[in-house]
């Protein structure tokens, strides 16, 4: 792949389910994929990273979770549900004025 394709962050309101929340990443991350773009996925980059024990590890996904999406030209919301994350990304994609979309608006 070429430096010259847009990365894209890919947002949803996952599943607490991590095997279910990470099927449907993939299959979201494989749509944009095939629209021109490079998906950055939180839930497929962090799966097994973070400990789930660790009182800071939701604060830590946060955070990193910010840094990838300012790396990124774009936002895509991915499913039908909205929940607090979903709106922290959207917020961040529009302070830095980064287009924002919903997957089924490209499909």
């Not at 991590?18 to 773009?37: L, S």
């Not at 990273?49 to 990193?64: F, G, I, P, T, W």
Request: aromatic share 6%; proline share 3%.
């Amino acid at each position: 792949m070429s430096r010259t394709i847009p990365k894209a962050f890919v947002t949803a309101a996952w599943s607490k389910n991590k095997v279910e929340a990470e099927d449907m990443a993939r299959k979201y991350c494989h749509e944009i994929v095939e629209k021109g773009f490079i998906p950055v996925c939180p839930v497929l980059n962090f799966s097994g990273v973070l400990d789930e024990n660790d009182a800071d590890s939701d604060k830590k996904r946060r955070e990193m979770s910010d840094i990838m999406l300012k790396s990124c030209t774009c936002v895509f919301v991915c499913g039908n549900k909205r929940n607090d994350d979903v709106n922290a990304d959207v917020g961040t994609a529009k302070r830095a004025r980064m287009g924002v979309y919903e997957l089924s608006g490209v499909l």
